[in-house]
Structures are given as C-alpha cells and as structure tokens.
C-alpha cells in the first residue's frame, strides 16, 4: 500500500530534496510549510523530476488546529520533521523566535500525532549541538554542548523525543544530527537559494562564481588545520536525502529510537572547497583572507560509522560532485526559483 509521509518544511532546501528520494522510494510525501524561507515554485520543479506535484499545504507547524485537521483528513504513515529555523546569529538576536519556533513547534507536532496515533517520526537535528568538540572524528555520545540557542533549541527536541519515547511504547523515532548539506539534485532545478547575503559558505562560493558577489572573504586562515582555513563535513543533500529515507525504513522496521550523524567522515577545508569549485566551474573565484568569524569552530567532522552500520547507508557522493550540482543549479537559477 502506498505511504503517505508528511514532510514539514518540505519546501526548503533539504525538504524538497528529501520528496525527491521519498518518491523514488515508492512513499507519497505531502508538504506542510508556512513559505518563511522557500518559494512555492519549487513544487512546479518537483513535478518535472518526479512526475508529479506533491500536495502542499501552507500553514504553520505550531498551528494546533491545521494539524489536527491534517490527521484527520488523511492518514500518514509517518512525519519527516523540517520545519524550523536555522540561522545561528538570528538564534543569538531573536533567541525567543527559535524556542517558539523549533521547541515549541515540534511539540504541537508531536502532540498532534500522539492524538492522531500516527507514531514514526524523523526529526532534523543538526551537529551543532556538539558545540566546540574535544576532537573529530565526532561519535554519537560525544558531549552535547551546544554554543548558542540555535543549537540548545535542537538539543530540546532531542531530549524531548527521548522523554516522549521513553514514556510511550510504540514510538519510532530517528534523531538526525546533519554535518554541512550542500549541493543540489543532479537536475539542476532545485536547490538552495538563501534569502539576502548567505552565511554559508557554498552559496556564498556559488554568488562569487556567477558574478553576484565580488568576491569570497575567508573567516580566517590561522587555523591549525592543514592549510590554515577551517574544516568540515560537507554531505550532498541528495545523499542526505537519501539517508531520511533509510532511517524512515529503519524506524517504519525497528520499534526504537536512533540518534545518527549524517556526515561523511570526511572533513575538507575553506581552500579545498574553492578549488573544488574552481574545477566544477571552470572559473577562478577571487578570495581574500579575513579575520576570524566569531563562534567558529576550527575544524570538526562526523564519525559516520553508527548510520552507516543502523541504515546500511552512506554519503558517496564526492565534493567534487557536490559543487558540479550547486554549479549547475546556480546557473540555471541564478535568482533561485524567481
Ligand atoms: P530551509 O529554511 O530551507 O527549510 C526549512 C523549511 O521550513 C522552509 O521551507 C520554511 O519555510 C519552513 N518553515 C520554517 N518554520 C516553519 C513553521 N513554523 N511551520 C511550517 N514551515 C516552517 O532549511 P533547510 O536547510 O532545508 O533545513 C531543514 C532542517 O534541517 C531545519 O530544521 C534545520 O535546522 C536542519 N538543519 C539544517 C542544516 C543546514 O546546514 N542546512 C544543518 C543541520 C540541520
Ligand atoms: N566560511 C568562510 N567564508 C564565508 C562563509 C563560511 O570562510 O563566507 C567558512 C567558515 O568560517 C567555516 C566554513 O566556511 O570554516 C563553513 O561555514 P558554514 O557557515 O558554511 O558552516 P558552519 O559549519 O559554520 O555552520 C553550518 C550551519 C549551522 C549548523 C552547522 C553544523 O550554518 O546552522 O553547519 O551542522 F549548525
């Protein structure tokens, strides 16, 4: 029987990916999101690569009322939840915006599904509620010290969930703590395009490379790491995508709850990924070196092995391939989907 996956914030970025492999997979993903932070064109896009447009209702995740009317509408076998907010420095500015939003949101969802009975749940966790780790590769049980409430508001959800399961029987839950999603579907129509200046480095590198920005500044290059620049776990969001749908089989097979790093293992530095880009694009990209961003962490990356051995799955996608598919869909989609 076909599976209805409700994918909150699955117009964004990782979302939309995500429907993508969802319905390669067989499952009917159906979309809930409040269009904060995405573009509802990016449904069009989905029809062209999957063959057909998810349904999409827009509201909020924290409306009680639209999700108790979305349980009873149409029965989902499970939720893959994205809805949030994610930008670290707007976390530190607005930090009751992020509770609200990421703490608060997840719990009328939660609740909303307990009184609906629908009980597998995949939730977007990230690595920063590692905060500064004592070193990389980055397990499981390392230490959760997350620097700002960004990161507290992820680890409040965790631990929530755990509270949930562990009260309940029946619950199925996958905590996913991502490294650094970038890259795009290898069809070039979906993407990520951020609104305003990026914060991150891959779409600032994609600007700097098609012409936006004059060039990229590097936070800082007196790092002790390699070369200098600070290191990452860059995941393709496909492989990523692809992970949701493994740890949504695990859940739908397994009556448990799983905490997993979705990285690759591998870290690369702010100069390797430029000339990462530089091949993909076939273009020099002008940098200079600036100061130290405030906050960073030098140099940290995922100890994959707990997913990979729980999902049988992995981030296989190179970075190489990473930035030929953010290149391919920053210049087709220049202004994203406008
Ligand atoms: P995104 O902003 O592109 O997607 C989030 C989507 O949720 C957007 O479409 C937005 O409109 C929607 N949304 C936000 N609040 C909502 C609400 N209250 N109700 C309904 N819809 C709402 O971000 P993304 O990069 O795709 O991230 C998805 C999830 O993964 C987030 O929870 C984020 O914290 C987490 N995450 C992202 C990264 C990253 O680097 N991109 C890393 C770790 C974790
Ligand atoms: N960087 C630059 N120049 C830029 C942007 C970034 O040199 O213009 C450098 C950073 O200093 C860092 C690396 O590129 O060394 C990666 O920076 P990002 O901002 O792309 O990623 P972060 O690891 O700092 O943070 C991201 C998300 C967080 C999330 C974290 C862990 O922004 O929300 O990954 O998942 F918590």
Same mark, same amino acid.
């Given at each position: 029987?076909?599976?209805?996956? $409700?994918?909150?914030?699955?117009?964004? /970025?990782?979302?939309?990916? +995500?429907?993508?492999?969802? #319905?390669?997979?067989?499952?009917?993903?159906?979309?809930?999101?409040?269009?904060?932070?995405?573009?509802?064109?990016?449904? &069009?896009?989905?029809? *062209?690569?999957?063959? @057909?447009?998810?349904?999409?209702?827009?509201?909020?995740?924290?409306?009680? #009322?639209?999700?108790?009317?979305?349980?009873?509408?149409?029965?989902? @076998?499970?939720?893959?939840?994205?809805?949030?907010?994610?930008?670290?420095? !707007?976390?530190?500015?607005?930090?009751?915006?992020?509770?609200?939003?990421?703490?608060?949101?997840?719990?009328?969802?939660?609740?909303?599904?307990?009184?609906?009975?629908?009980?597998? $749940?995949?939730?977007?966790?990230?690595?920063?509620?590692?905060?500064?780790?004592?070193?990389?590769?980055?397990?499981?049980?390392?230490?959760?010290?997350?620097?700002?409430?960004?990161?507290?508001?992820?680890?409040?959800?965790?631990?929530?969930?755990?509270?949930?399961?562990?009260?309940?029987?029946? =619950?199925?839950?996958?905590?996913?703590?991502?490294?650094?999603?970038?890259?795009?579907?290898?069809?070039?129509?979906?993407?990520?395009?951020?609104?305003?200046?990026?914060?991150?480095?891959?779409?600032?590198?994609?600007?700097?490379?098609?012409?936006?920005? !004059?060039?990229?500044?590097?936070?800082?290059?007196?790092?002790?790491?390699?070369?200098?620049?600070?290191?990452?776990?860059?995941?393709?969001?496909?492989?990523?995508? &692809?992970?949701?749908?493994?740890?949504?089989?695990?859940?739908?097979?397994?009556?448990?709850?799983?905490?997993?790093?979705?990285?690759?293992?591998?870290?690369?530095?702010?100069?390797?990924?430029?000339?990462? /880009? &530089?091949?993909?694009?076939?273009?020099?990209?002008?940098?200079?070196?600036?100061?130290?961003?405030?906050?960073?962490?030098?140099?940290? =990356?995922?100890?994959?092995?707990? #997913?990979?051995? +729980? $999902?049988?799955?992995?981030?296989?996608?190179?970075?190489?391939?990473?930035?030929?598919? @953010?290149?391919? =869909? *920053?210049?087709?989609?220049?202004?994203?989907?406008?």
């Amino acid at each position: 029987m076909t599976q209805r996956v $409700l994918v909150t914030g699955g117009a964004g /970025f990782i979302g939309s990916h +995500t429907c993508v492999a969802l #319905a390669s997979a067989g499952y009917v993903p159906v979309i809930l999101d409040n269009l904060g932070n995405s573009d509802p064109r990016v449904l &069009e896009r989905l029809r *062209q690569i999957t063959g @057909s447009t998810p349904k999409f209702i827009e509201g909020d995740v924290r409306d009680r #009322a639209l999700l108790a009317r979305i349980f009873s509408d149409e029965s989902f @076998s499970s939720v893959i939840h994205f809805a949030g907010l994610k930008a670290v420095g !707007d976390s530190v500015a607005d930090p009751l915006a992020y509770y609200d939003n990421n703490v608060h949101g997840s719990f009328v969802l939660a609740s909303a599904m307990r009184d609906a009975g629908v009980n597998t $749940l995949i939730f977007s966790s990230s690595a920063t509620v590692y905060g500064e780790p004592e070193s990389s590769p980055i397990p499981e049980d390392a230490p959760r010290r997350p620097a700002n409430p960004y990161g507290r508001s992820k680890l409040m959800v965790e631990e929530a969930l755990n509270d949930l399961y562990r009260s309940q029987p029946g =619950w199925r839950i996958a905590l996913l703590r991502y490294f650094n999603p970038v890259g795009a579907h290898e069809s070039g129509l979906i993407g990520e395009h951020p609104q305003g200046k990026p914060n991150n480095l891959m779409p600032f590198v994609c600007q700097v490379a098609v012409g936006q920005r !004059d060039r990229l500044q590097i936070h800082g290059n007196d790092y002790a790491t390699a070369d200098g620049t600070g290191v990452r776990d860059y995941i393709h969001v496909m492989d990523l995508a &692809e992970g949701h749908v493994a740890a949504l089989k695990h859940a739908q097979n397994h009556g448990e709850l799983v905490t997993l790093n979705l990285g690759t293992g591998k870290g690369a530095s702010v100069l390797e990924v430029v000339q990462a /880009f &530089e091949r993909a694009s076939g273009r020099s990209l002008p940098y200079e070196i600036g100061p130290r961003r405030p906050g960073d962490v030098p140099a940290y =990356w995922a100890d994959p092995s707990l #997913a990979q051995a +729980t $999902l049988a799955w992995q981030g296989h996608r190179s970075l190489d391939q990473m930035c030929v598919d @953010s290149w391919r =869909w *920053q210049q087709a989609n220049p202004r994203g989907y406008g």
